[in-house]
């Protein structure tokens, strides 16, 4: 059995699917600020947009997937792990503490439901509520399907282009930053979330039309196979080194440089060239990527869970080593269990009734 993973099947890139979990981690630190002095680790998201918009790609175009097809996969892979984390978190205020749901601005009601529909970042809500990462997952979600879809079925560069030059544009003179937006609104009706996952898809796209460009005419030459490891190896060690400084330290007007640089980040790993590619891609590593979903959604309910039950977690904690090891041990086996008996069963499921319902539309409806 080979230790490595081959970049196979429909736009499956192993070692982008390992990046996607530290990057997921980043995420966690951020939210619970073990390490306080990188601040700026919610840059981790664009991460999340960018490498989206790639992803999806190769598979839209090589597939064909049609577009209700597409709807629904998207529905599968995303709605089963969000709708058991929201009813955990709904669980856990019900059961733990003094009892009773922690009151939000917006109404308790109206942003449970925003979150059932998966709209909690699209205008609805001022605030973040119930599993506040979700944000990302909300604008993403119907992002991918009003819009990314389209953009790639159709091969719009030009405006792909355009979005995501206006969309930072836009941010940069409203905001002036990147790392706290999400549910912040512009002109008062558009949260700064969607526009900032807008951008972050469109470019994904574009990453891959750069990606193909460059796949269709590198050589073949197996001579030169080790000069391109080396100086592909060198990139990626550097890549790695600037999207950690940028995602950790970038502050302000700074953020925005660390879009270029997780766009190259991603076309530069997705050649899978280097030294680095290839340790990311060692099946135990590769196997951490698939939890990188789980890892995002599953720590904001062990947060509140922790809170409820006296051992707070964030800014001004004096984290112990025992603690830090249980909640971050917690966070690992609930991505395991929640990947293998959630989110794959689920997606099944979910995409059974799809198919059945597609075919009776399609029945229906002659097409």
Same mark, same amino acid.
């Given at each position: 059995?080979?230790?490595?993973?081959?970049?196979?099947?429909?736009?499956?890139?192993?070692?982008?699917?390992?990046?996607?979990?530290?990057?997921?981690?980043?995420?966690?630190?951020?939210?619970?600020?073990?390490?306080?002095?990188?601040?700026?680790?919610?840059?981790?998201?664009?991460?999340?947009?960018?490498?989206?918009?790639?992803?999806?790609?190769?598979?839209?175009?090589?597939?064909?997937?049609?577009?209700?097809?597409?709807?629904?996969?998207?529905?599968?892979?995303?709605?089963?792990?969000?709708?058991?984390?929201?009813?955990?978190?709904?669980?856990?205020?019900?059961?733990?503490?003094?009892?009773?749901?922690?009151?939000?601005?917006?109404?308790?009601?109206?942003?449970?439901?925003?979150?059932?529909?998966?709209?909690?970042?699209?205008?609805?809500?001022?605030?973040?509520?119930?599993?506040?990462?979700?944000?990302?997952?909300?604008?993403?979600?119907?992002?991918?399907?009003?819009?990314?879809?389209?953009?790639? &079925?159709?091969?719009?560069?030009?405006? &792909?282009?355009?979005?995501?030059?206006?969309?930072?544009?836009?941010?940069?003179?409203?905001?002036?930053?990147?790392?706290?937006?999400?549910?912040?609104?512009?002109?008062?009706?558009?949260?700064?979330?969607?526009?900032?996952?807008?951008?972050?898809?469109?470019?994904?796209?574009?990453?891959?039309? +750069?990606?193909?460009?460059?796949?269709?005419?590198?050589?073949?030459?197996?001579?030169?196979?080790?000069?391109?490891?080396?100086? &592909?190896?060198?990139?990626?060690? &550097?890549?790695?080194?600037?999207?950690?400084?940028?995602?950790?330290?970038?502050?302000?007007?700074?953020?925005?440089?660390? +879009?270029?640089?997780?766009?190259?980040?991603?076309?530069?790993?997705?050649?899978?060239?280097?030294?680095?590619?290839?340790?990311?891609?060692?099946?135990?590593?590769?196997?951490?990527?698939?939890?990188?979903?789980?890892?995002?959604? +599953?720590?904001?309910?062990?947060?509140?869970?922790?809170?409820?039950?006296?051992?707070?977690?964030?800014?001004?904690?004096?984290?112990?080593?025992?603690?830090?090891?249980?909640?971050?041990?917690?966070?690992?086996?609930?991505?395991?269990?929640?990947?293998?008996?959630?989110?794959?069963?689920?997606?099944?499921?979910?995409?059974?009734?799809?198919?059945?319902?597609?075919?009776?539309?399609?029945?229906?409806?002659?097409?």
């Amino acid at each position: 059995m080979s230790w490595f993973l081959p970049n196979v099947g429909e736009g499956r890139y192993h070692q982008l699917d390992t990046l996607r979990f530290f990057f997921a981690l980043a995420v966690v630190f951020h939210h619970i600020s073990v390490f306080s002095w990188m601040s700026s680790l919610g840059l981790a998201v664009d991460f999340f947009f960018i490498l989206s918009g790639f992803v999806l790609t190769p598979f839209i175009l090589k597939t064909k997937i049609g577009y209700g097809d597409f709807v629904w996969r998207r529905i599968a892979r995303m709605y089963p792990l969000h709708f058991v984390t929201l009813i955990a978190i709904l669980l856990v205020y019900l059961l733990t503490g003094n009892g009773g749901i922690r009151p939000y601005p917006d109404g308790e009601l109206l942003t449970f439901t925003a979150h059932l529909f998966l709209l909690q970042n699209m205008g609805f809500n001022d605030h973040l509520s119930w599993n506040w990462p979700s944000w990302s997952i909300s604008v993403e979600f119907w992002l991918n399907i009003l819009l990314l879809y389209f953009l790639v &079925s159709r091969r719009m560069i030009i405006t &792909s282009i355009t979005i995501t030059i206006a969309s930072f544009a836009i941010l940069y003179a409203t905001k002036g930053g990147l790392s706290w937006l999400h549910t912040q609104q512009i002109w008062d009706f558009v949260p700064s979330g969607l526009i900032r996952c807008a951008g972050g898809l469109a470019l994904g796209y574009l990453c891959y039309e +750069i990606f193909l460009g460059f796949e269709e005419n590198r050589t073949r030459n197996p001579s030169r196979k080790i000069t391109v490891f080396i100086l &592909s190896s060198i990139a990626e060690i &550097s890549l790695i080194a600037l999207a950690f400084w940028a995602v950790a330290y970038f502050q302000r007007a700074e953020q925005f440089i660390a +879009i270029p640089v997780l766009m190259v980040l991603v076309i530069v790993f997705s050649f899978g060239n280097g030294l680095l590619s290839q340790l990311l891609s060692i099946r135990i590593l590769a196997y951490l990527g698939n939890l990188s979903y789980a890892v995002y959604l +599953i720590h904001g309910p062990l947060i509140i869970l922790s809170r409820r039950l006296g051992y707070p977690m964030g800014r001004d904690v004096d984290y112990t080593p025992e603690r830090l090891i249980i909640f971050f041990g917690a966070l690992f086996l609930f991505s395991v269990l929640s990947y293998h008996l959630i989110e794959m069963p689920g997606k099944k499921a979910v995409m059974s009734v799809g198919r059945v319902w597609l075919e009776r539309a399609r029945k229906t409806h002659n097409y």
